[in-house]
């Protein structure tokens, strides 16, 4: 059974950065599709990063670009997400989700896909 465990989500100022991380076991299947979502009180989920585990290009929504890294480590399972210059819009749970996939087809932007698996989310919370 696949297991998603985040970790890493916190407190910070306008500015700051966090490094989420999310630990993956259980994988069968051949392949899958990993990313990261995020949902404010009031707020519909949304889709922040999508990569292919193993390998392959990484997508992000626009509102992060060039300020969230996703990667991964194989060796260690595990999927990680750098934020850098964070704003307080940021602020929310943030979720690792695991898509069974032969690659990456984007459908973390789209609201009304829903990935395979999912963690039980880390806090994270920026201040002005």
């Known amino acids: 059974q696949v297991q998603l465990v985040e970790s890493g989500g916190g407190s910070v100022q306008t500015g700051g950065s966090l490094r989420l991380s999310c630990a993956a076991s259980g994988f069968t299947h051949s392949g899958y599709c990993m990313a990261w979502f995020r949902q404010a009180p009031g707020k519909e989920r949304e889709g922040v990063a999508e990569?292919?585990?193993?390998?392959?290009?990484?997508n992000y929504r626009n509102s992060v670009k060039g300020r969230f890294t996703i990667s991964q480590d194989s060796a260690k399972n595990t999927l990680y997400l750098q934020m850098n210059s964070l704003k307080p819009e940021d602020s929310a749970m943030y979720y690792c989700a695991a898509d069974e996939a032969t690659y990456c087809s984007g459908a973390y932007l789209d609201p009304k896909y829903d990935f395979d698996y999912w963690g039980q989310g880390t806090q994270v919370t920026v201040s002005s």
């Open positions: 990569i292919y585990a193993g390998g392959g290009v990484a």
